[in-house]
């Protein structure tokens, strides 16, 4: 048999293995289905790839311990980066099943799937046309993809620009990059290796009692930028010791500048939670026109409270959200704390509370016109009534 035609066969069982979940049957089979229905299905397709592939010889291996090493210290940054965050934004309780009996069914329902998905990944880039082999791995990786997602909840995801947005963004985004970047990696280093880097984040995620409570935008960056730089290197470090390639030709990002890019990646991430004394904040109206603009970032820095002068413009807590304003007058109250009474530069009149000590959050050193533009964007999306938290501005909110 053509191996373009055990390629299409085994393309076609692979998308058939969600025939269930498509006609949602695997709702009406309930718990069957993950823990029986669904592991017996890759099993099939594993004994399938195995017989459609156990003859053929494949020779791309030629840095196979080189991108093994790369892998395994990326998973390694993995960790130190999600266990760091986790340091900073707090931990909370394993939502798995963490006794012995649960890590064995959670591994039961997870290793059949993730083991024959990277066999049969690795059969199937190494067995198509090469002279096409970058779009063959995207149709691959984008075949991976749609099989790990919940197709039943496909109505859900795109039943609300909120839904179709958190969907975008956390669970197809990360997964289509991390799919392309073991397709990659079974190119060049086999199914073990991409098993590696999937497998042990999976199994230390069901085995711990406690996880870093991390939102899932800071996860979804995590998830897509760690194999996304991990792929750069791998890249540089191939062409760079093919020495049939012009040395000269090769124009790719070098160590240095790998670690450059992780670096500044995790900068920003730890810069955006508010790791360091300095922190953003987007402005959401125009109370404080002209010096700071709706939809300028401006910076805050920690200053003790007790440094804080009259018309210094400082950031305060509300419930559940931070206003900007220009301290007018300094008080204190009956118990000696300092009080503050604010006004936007826009507004007519004073806030129309008191700013206590507790409130305080720091003074606004600087502003950014206009970078905040994005982010004011996406949370019209997510918070429908965002304009509403600043109902204490009282200024001419354009």
């Not at 198509?128 to 691959?140: D, G, M």
């Not at 039943?152 to 609300?160: G, R």
């Amino acid at each position: 048999m053509k191996k373009s035609i055990k390629l299409l066969i085994l393309a076609l069982i692979i998308l058939s293995s969600i025939i269930l979940e498509v006609t949602k049957v695997s709702l009406i089979l309930g718990s069957s289905y993950a823990y029986v229905v669904k592991p017996m299905i890759w099993i099939f397709i594993g004994i399938i790839s195995f017989v459609f592939f156990k003859n053929d010889k494949l020779i791309n291996n030629k840095y196979k311990k080189d991108v093994f090493f790369i892998v395994s210290v990326t998973t390694l940054l993995y960790f130190l980066l999600y266990f760091f965050l986790g340091y900073i934004k707090g931990f909370a309780n394993n939502p798995y099943d963490t006794s012995f009996k649960g890590i064995i069914t959670n591994l039961w329902v997870l290793l059949p799937m993730l083991i024959v998905k990277e066999y049969v990944r690795y059969y199937m880039i190494n067995n198509c046309n090469q002279k096409k082999v970058l779009l063959n791995a995207f149709l691959i990786s984008f075949l991976f993809t749609l099989v790990e997602l919940n197709i039943y909840k496909f109505d859900a995801y795109f039943s609300t620009s909120l839904a179709t947005l958190e969907f975008v963004m956390q669970t197809f985004i990360p997964s289509l990059i991390t799919n392309l970047y073991l397709t990659y990696v079974c190119y060049f280093a086999g199914y073990q290796t991409s098993i590696f880097y999937i497998l042990i984040p999976q199994l230390i995620i069901y085995v711990l009692p406690i996880l870093p409570d991390i939102d899932w935008a800071t996860l979804s960056i995590i998830n897509s930028a760690t194999p996304f730089f991990s792929y750069i290197y791998i890249n540089y470090y191939i062409n760079k010791m093919d020495k049939t390639l012009n040395r000269k030709e090769v124009k790719t990002v070098d160590f240095k500048g790998w670690l450059s890019m992780i670096a500044i990646v995790i900068l920003m991430v730890c810069f955006g939670l508010g790791v360091f004394s300095y922190k953003p904040l987007v402005i959401a109206s125009n109370s404080m026109a002209p010096k700071i603009l709706k939809g300028d970032i401006v910076i805050i820095k920690d200053v003790d409270v007790g440094n804080v002068k009259k018309c210094d413009v400082i950031r305060y807590k509300m419930e559940g959200y931070y206003v900007v304003h220009r301290v007018v007058m300094i008080s204190e109250n009956n118990d000696g704390e300092k009080v503050f009474i604010t006004k936007g530069d826009n507004n007519d009149n004073i806030d129309l509370y008191p700013v206590k000590q507790s409130q305080y959050a720091g003074i606004v050193k600087f502003d950014i016109p206009y970078l905040g533009y994005p982010t004011l964007i996406l949370n019209k999306l997510l918070h429908t009534n965002v304009e509403d938290k600043v109902s204490v501005d009282k200024g001419r909110i354009e």
